[in-house]
């Protein structure tokens, strides 16, 4: 049995007001390796990002009679961290730590 692969599907989903988008994402939550959902209300997607097929996502939309279009299907492309070995060993040449602000909010020592 081979590895999963991180998906990300994106379908264009009928969603109207909250209670469309609680129901939506109550229903897709139900399936198992999902790692991220997101709801645009103004386009009326849902992303979904996992280890999940889209035909398991779609039937569980579809289960609520909403009207559902595939847009995208592909595997999900992370940008790799780069960390350093030892993050606080300085450098040898100019004895000096640089502090760098990471994109998830912390920082990381180089």
Known sequence: MGACKVMKIVLK???YCLKCKFVVL???TKLMGIDK???DMEKSTVTVTGEVD???VVQQVRKLGKMVE???VGEDK???VVKPSNPLECCKTC???SVK???YGGCAIM
């Open 70 to 72: 595939i847009v995208t």
């Open 101 to 103: 602000v990471v994109e």
């Open 13 to 15: 989903v009928e969603l």
């Open 95 to 97: 004895q000096h730590i």
């Open 54 to 56: 889209a035909v398991a």
């Open 26 to 28: 109550k229903a897709i």
């Open 78 to 80: 992370k940008e790799e």
């Open 37 to 39: 959902i997101e709801i």
